[in-house]
């Protein structure tokens, strides 16, 4: 597949006999978020891989995944939102079966234990309750991520920026709305208790007198990268023969 992007349009040719096909960059895009799209341009997601968007509103992330053969799952506590990616899925033709997108809060994920290859939360984590739905939230979407699987979390933070204090870790951000928000510290921290690989160092935008969004991004470590490598290379061989 050949892809040519300029002035506004992509042309896709899908080899000699596919033909070619010609969309907007919006139309194969979406309105992605950018970060997402980082992860795409940098090979993180694609084609092929099994990727669970939890929080997914609309789908506005999962435009081009779907067009592009990944196998999509999704999930939203909003039922409106899961039947527009429904749809969404059937018209583009992915043959994906309805019940990849389901209906259910993100605290209690109907998925099987390590399924996904990627799992995208993307503005979700900042409306949890408190600490304890926040960490809920989040073994979850550990939960259904494979060994050498990659987490991709956009939430509102404190870095950058100072936000009044409600109770706990909940603040008013900018437009009044009230927003649990994490800061570097606590994120390092989570990042070293799932014994996580960061994929990048933490990214934040500031939207000016409004919101900090950060950019989390982790590797679940395979099993055994996470052994202790022993000194003697025959127990280390015995080890793995041991696993397999
Ligand atoms: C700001 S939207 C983001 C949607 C999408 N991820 C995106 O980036 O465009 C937040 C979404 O999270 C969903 N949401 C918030 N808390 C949730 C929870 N505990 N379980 C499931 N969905 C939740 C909302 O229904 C909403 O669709």
Known sequence: MLIQLAQGVIRISRGKDGGELTLSVQEQFGQIDIYVFDQILRGNIAPGMRVLDAGCGYGRNLVHLLREGCEVFALDEDAEGVEHIRKLSAS???????????VGPVERM??????????????????????EHFR????????????????????????GMDFERVGGNRFIVGDGAEWFLVDEEMLLD????????????????IVQDLRCMTTWVLRKRRSWSSLQLPQDPIVLCTQVMHRA
């Open 92 to 102: 583009l033709m992915t043959g994906l079966p309805a019940k990849n997108f389901q």
């Open 110 to 131: 109907p998925f099987p234990n390590e399924f996904a290859d990627v799992v995208i939360c993307s503005a979700v984590l900042h409306f949890a309750r408190d600490e």
């Open 136 to 159: 809920a939230m989040l073994s979850e979407l550990w939960r259904v991520l494979r060994p050498g699987g990659m987490l991709f979390c956009r939430l509102g933070s404190r870095i």
């Open 190 to 205: 989570l990042t070293e208790e799932l014994n996580a690989v960061l994929v990048d160092p933490l990214k934040t935008t």
